[in-house]
């Protein structure tokens, strides 16, 4: 069993920043991959990074590429996601996930049905 828990989202003017955090606990936080994804209204759940266990590789959408980063601290039990340069597309429910089937993988999920537990999710609410 992995417990996650969001924090960090709220409301914030284009352009702005915010950084978003997710403590872990149950199994070895530091032996899996995790995923953030998010989901606007009326909008499927879309894959925004994800950080291999070791945290030497990172995997972003086009979308966010360059704005967002995405990082973790395994003696903390926490994965983070710093985002820059905010738009007011960026407006959704963030999500972290934990990919904890596969302990020490090499391949990184981007695709939601990859990860098997999940947050209760945190509002990112950009305004223009």
């Known amino acids: 069993q992995v417990q996650l828990v969001e924090s960090g989202g709220g409301l914030v003017q284009a352009g702005g920043s915010l950084r978003l955090s997710c403590a872990a606990s149950g199994r070895t936080f530091s032996t899996y991959a995790m995923g953030w994804f998010r989901q606007a209204p009326g909008k499927e759940r879309e894959f925004v990074a994800a950080?291999?266990?070791?945290?030497?590789?990172?995997y972003y959408a086009d979308s966010v590429k360059g704005r967002f980063t995405i990082s973790r601290d395994n003696a903390k039990n926490t994965v983070y996601l710093q985002m820059t340069s905010l738009k007011p597309e960026d407006t959704a429910v963030y999500y972290c996930?934990?990919?904890?089937?596969?302990?020490?993988?090499?391949?990184?999920?981007?695709?939601?049905?990859?990860?098997?537990?999940w947050g209760q999710g945190t509002q990112v609410t950009v305004s223009s």
């Open positions: 950080i291999r266990w070791s945290a030497d590789r990172t």
């Open positions: 996930a934990a990919d904890s089937s596969r302990a020490w993988a090499l391949v990184v999920g981007t695709r939601s049905s990859e990860y098997d537990y």
